[in-house]
């Protein structure tokens, strides 16, 4: 009796086609295996597996972000999907597609990618932009081998102490130091302590209005302590390296024009030596204030992660909500189209963050709607340079207008293909 083949579609996540045998978590060696995982990572993969398969996860949390930056391919499941897995079963899973089948004659042996250039250029010419978001000095390092252009984005708020103390000037001069070093002479932008309710350090009480995703977060806390102090830590830190290091400020969850220029102008009151400030918008009431902002601030980040949350109505760290964070959605499309548009000439100073950007076959659309600075994980940036390379800047905008004509997120993945 002929065993029936098994295609599942799951959602891409990080590209790659791998073949091996199903194997449930990590207790055991999970070199060459294609591992089912029904928890997110606390910590990198100590061996990395050769693919991953997530069941019921919710892609734009902050407990997913770590398996995107292991550049590992995998794909998203449901829980009814992962029934029809067992241990032991080989598979061929592609991470660009979302294909998860026993057909093995699908599988095409992994060759060397063409060599592309360190700086990334569309087909036609155009310059982008592909910084690194980092949460330690080893994914520094690793934006500094590969090439990256610049930390985009050092996330301040998981550079703790390790007796899980309250971090002071002392700690934050020491790590941020090492920070620069380790980026070698890249521009370094500190994102300041952003902590939410999903990322909360065990010194730092959660009351009821800080306990939902729309709570006080980024700089709403910064007025109280004991954000306060660190803070002003942070700023001191920076200052005493701003002489000898390109680092930046970056302000995170800025609601308005009123709170930016309140904390921009603190800022400027507390270092000695001139620093750039920047801000990030991640709702959508903020995005559409950018032209506003680059008349206070030299530059602007867009945190897609956050900003999805606000603009579907949906937790990000919920995988029962995931269906509504749909980074197909038309209306998506539609609105950072006004995002840029409302930008225009500055349009260069405003950077896409978050895992939106390095989706299987999400960059084309974005740089169709005249995106040219991204922030991304180190692991990905091979990958999102040759996506790079083969994209035609006319034909991305034309597929992005057909992206924010369409009338359904199926309309939209066939579009991607």
């Not at 590209?15 to 029904?38: C, F, H, S, W, Y």
Request: glycine content about 8%.
């Amino acid at each position: 009796m002929t065993t029936p083949v098994i295609h599942i579609t799951g959602m891409p996540y990080v590209p790659g086609t791998v073949r091996g045998e199903l194997q449930r978590g990590l207790k055991d060696n999970p070199a060459g295996k294609i591992v089912l995982l029904e928890q997110a990572l606390t910590d990198p993969f100590e061996l990395p597996p050769a693919g991953f398969v997530m069941v019921d996860g919710a892609p734009f949390s902050h407990d997913l972000i770590p398996l995107m930056g292991s550049g590992v391919p995998g794909i998203l499941i449901t829980r009814s999907q992962a029934d029809a897995l067992y241990t032991g079963m080989e598979l061929v899973l592609n991470g660009a597609t979302g294909l998860l089948t026993t057909d093995l004659s699908v599988y095409v042996p992994p060759y060397e990618p063409p060599v592309v250039s360190t700086v990334s250029t569309t087909e036609d010419g155009e310059a982008v932009s592909l910084r690194v978001s980092a949460r330690s000095q080893q994914v520094v390092q690793c934006a500094v081998e590969s090439s990256a252009e610049a930390i985009g984005l050092l996330r301040s708020e998981f550079l703790v102490p390790e007796d899980g103390q309250l971090p002071d000037a002392a700690f934050y001069s020491s790590t941020f130091r090492k920070m620069c070093e380790s980026a070698a002479g890249l521009p370094l932008t500190i994102r300041l302590f952003d902590v939410a309710a999903s990322k909360r350090p065990s010194w730092l009480p959660l009351t009821p209005v800080d306990a939902g995703v729309l709570g006080r977060q980024g700089v709403r806390l910064y007025a109280d302590e004991p954000v306060h102090s660190i803070y002003r830590a942070q700023l001191q830190a920076i200052d005493a390296l701003a002489p000898e290091f390109e680092v930046r400020i970056l302000l995170p969850y800025v609601a308005d024009l009123a709170e930016l220029k309140y904390w921009h102008a603190d800022i400027k009151r507390q270092l000695a030596f001139p620093v750039a400030i920047g801000a990030m918008a991640e709702t959508p009431s903020a995005a559409l204030q950018l032209h506003e902002w680059l008349k206070v601030v030299e530059f602007v980040a867009i945190g897609c992660n956050d900003l999805m949350q606000c603009l579907f109505g949906a937790d990000r760290d919920q995988p029962e909500l995931r269906r509504y964070l749909d980074p197909y959605a038309p209306t998506l499309y539609q609105f950072l189209r006004q995002v840029a548009d409302a930008v225009q000439d500055q349009i260069d100073e405003v950077q896409l963050c978050g895992v939106l950007p390095q989706l299987p076959g999400i960059m084309p659309p974005l740089l169709g709607l005249g995106y040219r600075v991204f922030s991304v994980e180190a692991a990905l940036l091979p990958y999102l340079r040759q996506t790079i390379a083969g994209t035609h800047t006319g034909e991305a905008s034309m597929l992005a207008e057909q992206i924010c004509s369409a009338r359904s997120s199926v309309a939209v993945r066939e579009l991607l293909g």
